[in-house]
């Protein structure tokens, strides 16, 4: 039992990383102009599509834009996270949000995110407002 817990151990520190920066642990972390191209090509789709997908810090951001986000007669709407779906133009996994407004429209939205960035967000995805940080 001690040996086993002992090679485990070793097993496991080779998958430690000297990185601070939770970008690292999980998406590309994208920077530069790579970053600037890749967000230059997305931006021929509409944004929070799966090919143009929304920009947040982890999922606090995420939630934190969903928020501030208002349906056409200003209410907030609902929302819900319902997965994560494949690799986005940024080289992470995204995640989609059901967006639903009770009145107004647009009824419901998907609205696909890439948390892994270090961004806060100013615009809304189509059919929505925002309300400024």
């Keep these: 039992m001690r040996t086993t817990l ?15 920066d939770p970008m690292d642990l999980f998406g590309t972390n994208l920077q530069g102009r790579t970053l600037a191209r890749a967000v230059e090509k997305a931006a021929a789709y509409p944004f929070g599509s799966q090919q143009n997908p929304v ?11 969903l928020a501030r986000l208002r349906c056409s007669d200003n209410s907030a709407p609902t ?15 995204m995640d989609r949000y059901a967006v639903t407004c009770a009145t107004g429209t647009p009824a419901t ?3 696909y995110m890439d948390m892994y960035h270090d961004h806060v967000e100013a ?5 929505f407002t925002i309300v400024p940080e």
């Design 55 to 65: 920009r947040a810090s982890m999922p606090v951001g995420q939630r934190a834009y």
């Design 109 to 111: 939205a998907s609205v």
């Design 6 to 20: 002992f090679a485990l151990t070793l097993l496991l520190s080779g998958c430690a990383t000297t990185s601070n």
């Design 79 to 93: 929302f819900s996270r319902e997965g994560s779906f494949g690799i986005g133009p940024y080289g992470s996994i």
């Design 123 to 127: 615009a809304a995805v189509p059919g």
